[in-house]
């Protein structure tokens, strides 16, 4: 398995990780699909994105701008947080990167899994951490 793509808190954080330290063209467009298919499962309430980034390779991180550019079906209503673990490349700048807003959704890159879910606890009382899957960022391939 190259990625996972998921709801790591049903129906509050739709969660994305990776396997290989390089995202394929085929790798983008199964995530886009996968993206999509979860998406449609979405009732209305608010929810947020994690994206885990720390196997990536890549030190240049995307946009929020370039993320609704290439995920269009993120911009819809309900989406409030994008919240992005950066590569373990460039782990530690993550103070020094400005959030992002564009309408209601937010963009906020992140040292480490514990401060994406520290953040999200903070900014949404809703999402019950306790059903998260605990085996969600594991590769069980």
């Known amino acids: 398995m190259r990625f996972k793509v998921g709801w790591l808190v049903p129906q509050h954080v739709l969660a994305l990780t990776h396997f290989e330290p390089v995202v394929t063209p085929d790798d983008f467009q199964q995530i886009s699909v996968q993206t999509a298919k979860a998406l449609q499962q979405v009732t209305g309430q608010s929810f947020h994105v994690l994206i885990d980034n720390r196997m990536i390779a890549e030190t240049n991180q995307a946009t929020l701008e370039m993320m609704l550019q290439a995920f269009p079906q ?5 989406l409030r947080w994008i919240v992005v673990i950066l590569p373990e490349s460039i782990k530690g700048q993550a103070g020094t990167m400005p959030t992002q807003q564009k309408g ?4 906020k890159y992140v040292d480490s899994l514990e401060d994406a879910q ?6 949404d009382e809703q999402v019950d951490w306790a059903s998260a899957d605990p085996a969600f960022f594991v ?3």
């Open 74 to 78: 993120l911009a819809r209503p309900g």
């Open 104 to 107: 209601d959704i937010q963009l």
């Open 118 to 123: 520290a953040h999200l606890a903070a900014v």
């Open 139 to 141: 590769d069980t391939d």
